[in-house]
């Protein structure tokens, strides 16, 4: 029931967003998307282009059949969808294009018990982190420092919501690497003294 309520103020949002970019906030127009059947809202980047490459068409890489071809990037979305039980699953993808295939072509970004879980906070950190993967992804921009940091962290954290790796997941829970350090450093105070 509360997909129904709240899917609206996330459309709302998503859609105010794909009309500012279409006023030029961002390298190209967004667009959003709602699947009723599948209980999914998706907001998706055009294409842009990014270059020119050599597209060969023989296995010998000879010369004379090499086309000068436009490089076109695309592909970058927020995907939110309702699961069978209620949880809401939050997708980010990447920018791909045909000579350049990010190492992280998407990312879980979290599973939500519930749509109710879908605050305005919540939604905010998904578009913020939803335009760092972009410019982490995009031939055409630089991505900083901390942009490296947050979607390296995202997909770690991404990797806990795979099923049926219940060990390696433990193993790589964040609170038990912290844990972990925690102890570490306690234990060279100590030592220390």
């Known amino acids: ?15 105010k967003l794909a009309h500012d970019s279409r006023q030029g906030s ?9 699947n009723k059947e599948l209980r ?11 270059g020119l490459y050599l597209e060969t068409n023989d296995q010998y890489n000879l010369q004379h059949n090499q ?28 920018f791909v294009s045909e000579q350049r295939q990010p190492h ?6 979290s599973v939500l018990s519930s749509p109710d879980d879908l605050t305005n906070n919540v939604i905010k950190k998904i578009i ?17 420092f901390l942009d490296r940091l947050r979607i390296n962290y995202l997909n770690y954290k991404g990797k806990f919501y795979i099923p049926n790796n219940k ?11 912290l844990l972990i350090g925690l102890i570490g450093s306690i234990c060279s105070i100590v030592g220390f003294f």
């Open 1 to 15: 029931m509360n997909w129904s309520v709240q899917k609206y103020r996330v459309l709302r949002t998503f859609e």
């Open 26 to 34: 961002f390298i190209d127009s967004l667009y959003v998307t709602e």
């Open 40 to 50: 999914q809202i998706q907001l998706h980047s055009g294409k842009h282009p990014i």
């Open 67 to 94: 086309n000068i071809c436009l490089d076109v990037e695309s592909g970058a979305a927020i995907v939110l969808s309702q699961g069978a039980s209620g949880e809401v699953i939050v997708l980010l993808y990447s």
């Open 104 to 109: 992280i072509e998407s990312l879980v970004w």
């Open 128 to 144: 913020t982190d939803f335009f760092i993967l972009s410019r982490y992804t995009s031939a055409l921009y630089t991505e900083t």
């Open 167 to 177: 060990v390696r997941n433990a193993l790589l829970n964040h609170w038990v690497v």
